[in-house]
């Protein structure tokens, strides 16, 4: 009996702590990605917009009550920015700038991130960068990965998964 007590109250912990997480306000919205009507939170631990029931954020819904169409990395009205792809996904374009962050997603899907003086990220005709403070690390369309970060470098052959490391 005393089991069965400390997992429901440790249950009814852990449901309180998440609650808390989340913000008060609400939204009713259609996530654009499965197309199900979903409700939309910030979560106050990470400040991002997720689906209330599931927790995983939201990268583009629209408002129901607004009919505005949303992104939802940034909380940016994307109304008219959006494509759809050979997939038959929703895609967002255009420019996102905020404190401290900027991005540009192109038509193709190419796009750009800057944060701070010291983050960029860049994917463009199937390759991708990212670099932050001394790590860097690129991905080409073959599918070859080099990483360096301070004097190590490795390299990753993308058809035989050979790996090479120099420091």
Known sequence: MKTFILIWLGAAGLVTWSACNRANGSIQAIDLETGEKITVIEDIASGKIVNEKTGEPVKLFVN?????????????????????????????????????????????????????DDYKEKYENGEYKVKHGDYKKEVERDGDVTIKKGDKKIKIDGETGEVKVKN
Not at 64 to 88: A, F, I
């Open 64 to 116: 129901r009550k607004t009919n505005d169409t949303v992104y939802g990395v940034t909380g940016e009205v994307v109304n008219g920015k959006l494509s759809m792809s050979d997939e038959g996904k929703y895609v967002y374009y255009g420019k996102v700038k905020g404190d401290g962050y900027k991005m540009e997603v192109e038509r193709d899907g190419d796009y750009t991130i800057k944060r701070g």
